[in-house]
């Protein structure tokens, strides 16, 4: 009964995974279904629901007077204060809820030029976040729980046109953030981990103005140690892989996803050997953006 609470509560405050680091001003929410399988683990293997679902609770427009920067002559600028961002999946077998996911970023300012620069390769976005959040219990990966907190996170995104009046183009984004993070694996041996970490998200698509867009996420965050090696500090690494095909209708904010899903998690921990576990995740859903 607690699960259902907390399901629900987060269900309509939550919001969707790809736009936590790509689309950090729109609300979302999603629903889908798919399928999963584990290597080391098939009880985790089968159907699984999965929610989805971004909120930005305060947006403001900076005044053009401050936007005073030398790289954005004309921009549109805007200052975003709690977003929170949730992903929920759950399978059948007694299995309940497998993967819960909660984010929260107090603070972070887009920076959109106002019109496009007439080059082929031109920037379409810089942006910062300041303090971001993210707490992650994921069974299938054997991960009681994951805390991680990015005192900063920093990025660009473009595009490439072939020209005006091409129907494609090319989109990419890349993140670099860097803070620290806690791990607690379900195996005894490898029960906590701290350290600091840094991150890099990169995103590649292909997009059509009527077919839709086909895409690539990845998110690489790698533990490190400031102490001396070969005193064998305890690390954690965390990666996720993507690839799918979206398409948003032209005159509402519907949208469906079809995507398949790599996660893995390592624990390195003194003299033992490293722990790696991995999952992997496809499914279609629906998405409503821009809310």
Known sequence: ??????????????????????????????????????????????????????????????DESEDKDCCWKSSNRER???????TLRGGGDGTGLEYFNLGVTPWAMTTDPKSGSGRKLSTTRDQIEVGNLQYTVDDALDLESYVELSLIRAGRMGEYRWSDESAFVVKWGGLASLGYAWAESGDP?????????????????????????????????NGFSISNPSRGHPSVREARVSFGYAKKSSDGCLGVDVFGEKRSFYFTQGDLSGRYTENWFVAIQLTCQGF
């Not at 999603?30 to 999963?36: P, Q």
């Not at 490898?190 to 086909?214: D, M, W």
Request: charged fraction near 15%; aromatic fraction near 18%; charge should be neutral.
């Open 80 to 86: 975003l204060h709690w977003i929170v961002d949730s």
């Open 189 to 221: 041996a490898y029960s906590k981990v701290t350290n600091p970490f840094a991150g890099i998200f990169f995103t590649l698509g292909l997009e059509h103005a009527r077919a839709g867009r086909i895409y690539m996420n990845n998110r690489f965050v």
């Open 1 to 62: 009964m607690n699960r259902c609470i907390v399901f629900l509560i987060l269900y309509l405050f939550s919001v969707h995974a790809w736009a936590q680091n790509w689309m950090l001003e729109s609300n979302a929410v999603s629903a889908g279904i798919g399928y999963e399988g584990n290597k080391f683990d098939d009880i985790y293997e089968g159907g699984k629901l999965q929610f989805e679902g971004q909120y930005v609770f305060n947006k403001e427009a900076v």
